[in-house]
């Protein structure tokens, strides 16, 4: 059975920074592509972050040079490190990996 968890979401305030994790089991994790994704209400989900299997990386317009993702293949996770947080990050997080989500993590940036 695949599982894909995500947390490290919270409360923060603009300027600040959260780290956000995403754990797989039941899955060849080495061999994926992760993308990060988030959903603010009334819009439509959006592609943050990916990371390849080989580790080479992409980012939205909207968070390049902010956020910065990685993975541990030995640990089957990948991070989504976000800094200068925005009150427009606010959303849920969610973590992609083959054909599989997770159940998101919530963002919440207060100005």
């Known amino acids: 059975q695949v599982r894909v968890v995500e947390s490290g979401g919270g409360l923060v305030q603009a300027g600040g920074s959260l780290r956000l994790s995403c754990a797989a089991s039941g899955i060849i994790f080495s061999i994926n592509t992760v993308d990060w994704y988030r959903q603010a209400p009334g819009k439509q989900r959006e592609l943050v972050a990916t990371?390849?299997?080989?580790?080479?990386?992409n980012y939205g317009d909207s968070v390049k040079g902010r956020f910065t993702v990685s993975r541990d293949n030995a640990k089957s996770t990948v991070s989504l490190q976000m800094n200068s947080l925005k009150p427009e990050d606010t959303a849920v997080y969610y973590c992609?990996?083959?054909?599989?989500w997770g159940q998101g993590t919530q963002v919440t940036v207060s100005s």
């Open positions: 990371i390849t299997n080989l580790g080479s990386t």
């Open positions: 992609y990996i083959g054909v599989y």
